[in-house]
């Protein structure tokens, strides 16, 4: 059973060009989180969607960041107009149910880097 | 929103010492996580504490959470190289909140 999968691993892109970030969750989860993480920090939580739906988008940026889950086909995390602030390596993650109790899997990240 | 502050920032020590690392919460945490996470991966789950004043133990790792649920330690025995990493403590509420980690690194 494969895990979590991101891709790409390197992504560089220049201001203003748009970065799309993938993340197929393991057979069986419906649940995707997105994290990023800057240098040497722990991970802040972005985004939590659930098969055709965003459930929490409280820690993503309102502007320039979107994110979808289809029906059919990988998780999708937008950055519009990147700017250099946006560098930083975003982790997905993913879960069959939701809460303490169930654990999160993790992807093994993009690195995103903005020139 | 809870803080969860991790001691120390950086750790260097040589194979075959002991270690402890922290995590402090600002509140009571309902559950608690202790992931690590390697260089260019994404954090693996080592333990989930709930319980006041649980202890479990993972091979060479104690993992020790606070009476009152507002800390958490996790002790390695004999560390060794293989064990360098980010070490990240995360409230596991409704969504997620990890702490800013421990980096160790064990000198061989």
Known sequence: NAGVMQ?????????????RLR?????GHSHVYWYRQ??????????????????DESGMPKERFSAEFPKEGPSILRIQ???????????CASSQGHGANNEQFFGPGTRLTVL | TQLLEQSPQFLSIQEGE????YCNSSSVFSS??????????GPVLLVTVVTGGEVKKLKRLTFQFGDARKDSSLHITAAQPGDTGL???????????????TILRVKS
């Open chain 1, 38 to 55: 800057l240098p040497e920090e722990g991970l802040k939580f972005m985004v939590y969607l659930q098969k055709e739906n965003i459930i």
């Open chain 2, 87 to 101: 070490y990240l403590c995360a409230e596991a509420a409704r969504m997620m909140v990890f702490g800013a980690g």
């Open chain 2, 18 to 21: 002991n270690l402890t690392v």
């Open chain 1, 7 to 19: 891709n790409p691993r390197h992504l560089v892109r220049r201001r203003g060009q748009e970065a």
């Open chain 1, 81 to 91: 107009q990147v700017v250099r602030g946006d560098s930083a390596a975003y982790f």
């Open chain 1, 23 to 27: 993340c197929s969750p393991m057979k």
């Open chain 2, 32 to 41: 608690l996580q202790w992931y690590r996470q390697e260089p260019g991966e």
